[in-house]
Nanobody, 129 residues
Framework: HVQLVESGGGLVQPGGSLRLSCAASEYTYRTNCMGWFRQAPGKEREGVAYIYTGSGSAYYADSVKGRFTISEDNAKKTVYLQMDSLKPEDTGMYYC???????????????????????WGQGTQVTVS
């Protein structure tokens, strides 16, 4: 059982930056795809960035490409989401999620179905205003 705890959200002005952290209770070779999702009020949850652990490779949604960077620190069992040039439309609850045992292509093309992420954190609020 993997427990995920997000932190780092807050209120920031447009153009500003935030770094979100997701600490995992375990981080094994089976934790293959770690993802950051967000949900704005009245909208569906969307995946914004995924990383295939240990590979250094990542997927980004078009809406955040060039502004957000996902990274991992294996020793700290932590995944980060660096968010720069923030816009009001980036506002929402951000969730970290983990998928176990999948393959790289699924993760890195962004085609992995959301239900495949079996473990979720409680979320951290990001407000850009």
């Amino acid at each position: 059982h993997v427990q995920l705890v997000e932190s780092g959200g807050g209120l920031v002005q447009p153009g500003g930056s935030l770094r979100l952290s997701c600490a995992a209770s375990e981080y094994t070779y089976r934790t293959n795809c770690m993802g950051w999702f967000r949900q704005a009020p009245g909208k569906e949850r969307e995946g914004v960035a995924y990383i295939y652990t240990g590979s250094g490779s990542a997927y980004y949604a078009d809406s955040v490409k060039g502004r957000f960077t996902i990274s991992e620190d294996n020793a700290k069992k932590t995944v980060y989401l660096q968010m720069d040039s923030l816009k009001p439309e980036d506002t929402g609850m951000y969730y970290c999620a983990a998928e176990l045992g999948g393959d790289a292509q699924w993760c890195l093309t962004g085609t992995i179905p959301e239900p495949q992420f079996g473990y979720w954190g409680q979320g951290t609020q990001v407000t850009v205003s």
